[in-house]
């Protein structure tokens, strides 16, 4: 909720905004997502009119992170047409016309429901250009989809560190269970796709770093978060089943870890979106090379 004010705030949005963000005091929430436009970004309702020298919001959001915790908010909403009529606002969390709502999930996390009813802001709440929020929107999952990947890697190497000590201290049929074969090939699985993982998500946030401030790196980061989310789903479940009845027992860290990685593999876009994002960046790219070659093999003849 508060990388968009980074990217495209104002001087006097960031000294507002930025220095408790930092210092742990403020925390954001970034709102997206409605009831019917999740991964459809550009079908979302939610609709800025003008009046007078502001704006006035008026619609839902949904799926929410922070929003039980937020001092503030970024809310995209309908300015116009198409991708090109989406517009970013700063709204304070206590704002007249804000309404708030927690909504219950499967594992502990601060997520909910936010409804605008005529919430009035000034233009100063704007963030970036009329009409530039869903590209705004996308350099930020761009930014969020690296951070995910590192954050179920890290669910991954707790999975794998709990699976090695289980299967070495556990014995059966007269021996460690890391003893047998099929044990070890699941071991050896488990790490491969862990250090897999964890070079994709390093690439993709290399990439973001040395680039500059306007680099994209959409291919690179959605490779990076649809690998390491499935492949810490596989890891965690392969750590389950070496861990057998106790991995489902309630409290066990195995079982709290396979119900914590599911959200992983829908937010921030879902694997299906990242492949979508995959597939569009590699033929756009080979698209490129083979017109930028074309001149070239022209010459030569």
């Given at each position: ?130 009409g530039g929020g869903y ?100 890891i965690i479940d392969r ?63």
């Amino acid at each position: 909720g508060s990388y968009p004010i980074v990217l495209a705030g104002s001087d006097a949005q960031r000294r507002a905004i930025l220095p408790d963000v930092l210092s742990g005091r403020r925390i954001g929430a970034f709102a997206l997502t409605e009831p019917e436009a999740g991964s459809d970004v550009a079908s979302l309702r939610t609709e800025a009119r003008r009046e007078g020298d502001g704006w006035v919001l008026d619609g839902e959001k949904v799926l929410i992170s922070n929003v039980p915790l937020a001092h503030h908010l970024v809310v995209f909403a309908r300015t116009g047409e198409g991708r090109a009529g989406i517009t970013a606002f700063l709204v304070d969390s206590g704002a007249p016309g804000v309404a708030a709502e927690p909504l219950p999930m499967s594992v502990p996390h601060p997520i909910g429901r936010l409804r605008f009813d005529g919430c009035r802001v000034p233009d100063g709440a704007r963030l970036g250009e009329v009409g530039g929020g869903y590209k705004l929107a996308m350099r930020t999952l761009d930014a969020f989809r690296i951070s995910v990947g590192a954050a179920a890697n890290g669910m991954a190497a707790r999975a794998l560190r709990e699976a090695i000590a289980h299967v070495t201290r556990r014995r059966q049929f007269g021996a460690p269970l890391s003893e047998q074969q099929m044990v070890r090939a699941y071991l050896a699985e488990m790490a491969t796709e862990l250090d897999a993982a964890r070079l994709l998500v390093a690439r993709a946030a290399h990439k973001r770093d040395t680039g500059g401030a306007a680099a994209r790196v959409s291919t690179e980061a959605a490779m990076a978060k649809m690998f390491a989310t499935e492949a810490a789903q596989r890891i965690i479940d392969r750590a389950v089943q070496l861990h057998g009845g106790l991995g489902v027992v309630e409290g066990t860290e195995v079982e709290r870890l396979y119900r914590e990685i599911r959200p992983l593999r829908i937010y921030e876009g879902t694997t299906e979106i990242q492949k979508l994002i995959i597939a569009k960046g590699i033929l756009d790219r080979a698209a490129a090379e083979l017109a930028a070659g074309e001149p070239a093999r022209g010459e030569a003849r």
